[in-house]
């Protein structure tokens, strides 16, 4: 157990919904980070908050926005939602330091029909 | 040419046997690498974390970096079946967000 939780653990939705995904990071981590990981495309990373602000982008679409609350969990949100974005999310935490690995958890399967 | 080349396998090996896995990458301002393991439909696990050039040991476990060829390895010394998983090379810059390889599925027959 990584200490990362997220849920939920199992999404369904229909194309053209939105869903929020939520992640707690482990006790005393700044930083966390989202992952999509499809079958064509691996583990992408997406968007990296630390501390309530966003601090790196990656493959994020624009129908796909997070936050960081203050008591430092996060959610992604997607929007729009197509067939594609079915796939695995993992969200993951640090400490925020600059050597700092991450740490992942258990992910969320987001099935779009 | 992708960032981060892994050869996705299956690899297969007898119990016992000495497991090989690499990655190769292209970008130079990587300087922090990492194996994960994953088993299926699970969060990776963190196995090996380095970011200096030569060779790590954990156990089984031994994670070789060469950064002048820009070649990454990791190599499981008495394989088990509960090896069996796909292993995923990372790698980083700064404190950002990690890159990562297709992975390899490794199966190891009892």
């Known amino acids: 157990d990584s200490g990362v939780t997220q849920t939920p653990k199992h999404l369904i939705t229909a194309t053209g919904q939105r869903v929020t995904l939520r992640c707690s990071p482990r006790?005393?981590?700044?930083?966390v980070y989202w992952y999509q990981q499809s079958l064509d495309q691996g583990l992408q990373f997406l968007i990296q908050?630390?501390?309530?602000?966003?601090?790196a982008k990656g493959n994020i679409l624009e129908r796909f926005s997070a936050q960081q609350f203050p008591d430092l969990h996060s959610e992604l949100n997607l929007s729009s939602l197509e067939l594609g974005d079915s796939a695995l999310y993992f969200c993951?935490?640090?400490?925020?330091?600059?050597?700092?690995?991450?740490?992942f958890g258990p992910g969320t399967r987001l099935t779009v029909l | 040419q992708k960032e981060v080349e892994q050869d996705p396998g299956p690899l297969s090996v007898p119990e016992g046997a000495i497991v090989s896995l690499n990655c190769t990458y292209s970008?130079?301002?990587?300087?922090?690498f990492m194996w994960y393991r994953q088993y299926s439909r699970k969060g990776p696990e963190l196995l090996m974390y380095?970011?200096?050039?030569g060779n790590k040991e954990d156990g089984r476990f031994t994670a070789q970096v060469d950064k002048s060829s820009k070649y990454i390895s990791l190599f499981i010394r008495d394989s088990q079946p509960s090896d069996s998983a796909t292993y995923l090379c990372?790698?980083?810059?700064?404190?950002?967000?990690?890159?990562f390889g297709k992975g390899t599925h490794l199966i190891i027959q009892p």
């Open positions: 970008n130079s301002a990587f300087q922090y």
């Open positions: 993951a935490s640090t400490s925020g330091g600059i050597t700092d690995t991450q740490y």
């Open positions: 990372a790698m980083r810059g700064g404190a950002d967000g990690l890159t």
């Open positions: 006790s005393g981590d700044l930083s």
């Open positions: 380095t970011y200096s050039s």
């Open positions: 908050y630390y501390n309530g602000e966003e601090r």
